[in-house]
Nanobody, 126 residues
């Protein structure tokens, strides 16, 4: 059974940076696509970024150029480096994973993922 544990959230000022980590355990990490989603109060779950089995990244337009996703297969961990943070980035950030046969495939719909972490709060003050 896949287990995902997020860490690294917190309170930061506008323009600041945070790095989130998603620790993966339970089965072969290399077989899984891993993504980050976020959910602000009163809103639906929104795709942020994902990384394929082969390490290829994809990100939402709203975070392109500011957020970077990287997977470290030696540590079974996916990192989300968030720079130039804005108040609209405030949300609970969730890590999600799903097994994927194709090395380069990435999925951006929440319904495509069947394993989720508990979430970590990111708050950006203005």
């Amino acid at each position: 059974q896949v287990q995902l544990q997020e860490s690294g959230g917190g309170l930061v000022q506008t323009g600041g940076s945070l790095e989130l980590a998603c620790a993966f355990s339970g089965t072969a990490f290399s077989n899984y696509v891993v993504a980050w989603f976020r959910q602000a109060p009163g809103k639906g779950r929104e795709f942020v970024a994902a990384v394929s089995r082969g390490g290829g990244p994809a990100s939402a337009e709203s975070v392109k150029g500011r957020f970077t996703i990287v997977r470290d297969n030696a540590k079974n961990t996916v990192f989300l480096q968030m720079n130039s943070l804005k108040p609209e980035d405030t949300a609970v950030y969730y890590c999600a994973a799903r097994p994927e046969a194709a090395t380069l495939k990435i999925r951006s719909r929440a319904n495509d993922y069947d394993s989720w972490g508990q979430g970590t709060q990111v708050t950006v003050s203005s």
